[in-house]
């Protein structure tokens, strides 16, 4: 299975142009502390691929996942994959290196 790392470049480019739906993975409490503006939150621990396929296909944009350093992003994508799922990309950074950088903040 491939996984495509994206940058931090590549994620305000596609939140900027509308082209990414950024799906954070991390646990509530963490997305309730900040998350990049315009992420929805799945948390791993509760992940529900059919949720996450429903919402992909709903939406429109190109499916993202996020996590706290690049992580639970790919066993998210790996559950999500082999749920059938057509996901390939996550956020190799992850909300450590966003908030780092100082990126706006939800």
């Given amino acids: 299975m491939q996984v ?6 590549a994620i305000k480019r596609g939140l900027s142009e509308g082209s990414l739906l950024v799906i954070d993975v991390r646990e509530a409490h963490e997305y309730d502390g900040g998350h990049i ?7 791993l621990s509760t992940f529900d691929p059919q949720a996450v396929g429903d919402l992909i296909a709903r939406d429109g944009r190109r499916p993202v996942f996020s996590c706290a350093s690049g992580v639970r992003s790919v066993h998210a994508l790996m559950a999500a994959r082999n749920a ?3 996901v390939s990309e996550h956020y190799k950074g992850g909300f450590k ?8 903040v939800e």
Avoid at 4 to 9: M, S
Avoid at 97 to 104: K, L
């Fill in 97 to 104: 290196d966003w908030s780092a950088a100082g990126e706006p």
């Fill in 84 to 86: 059938g799922l057509d």
């Fill in 4 to 9: 495509v790392d994206l940058d931090r470049d």
């Fill in 37 to 43: 503006p315009g992420a929805v939150t799945h948390p």
